[in-house]
């Protein structure tokens, strides 16, 4: 299994939806292309959110992992 380096980190742990998708689309075009966000959130709602706004915008979600109430999506730009 192939592991992925995010090129940056967003940990959006706290924050209550819709914030967690916002941000993340935010620091999203920051990133030159090629580049990968990871971003945390305990946000149970992020996950419909964030993979359905990243395809959107065209981006590509590379990976989600969760781990009890917490969810790691890595998203490549």
Known sequence: MQTII?????DMRGEP???PAIATLEAM?????GEILEVISDCAQ?????????????YKMLKIEQ???????????
């Open 29 to 33: 075009a920051e990133l030159n292309p």
């Open 46 to 58: 992020s996950i419909n959110n964030i993979p359905k706004d990243a395809e959107n915008h065209g």
């Open 6 to 10: 995010p090129t940056y980190t967003l």
């Open 67 to 77: 781990s009890d109430v917490t969810i790691r999506y890595f998203i490549q730009k």
């Open 17 to 19: 939806c819709p914030y």
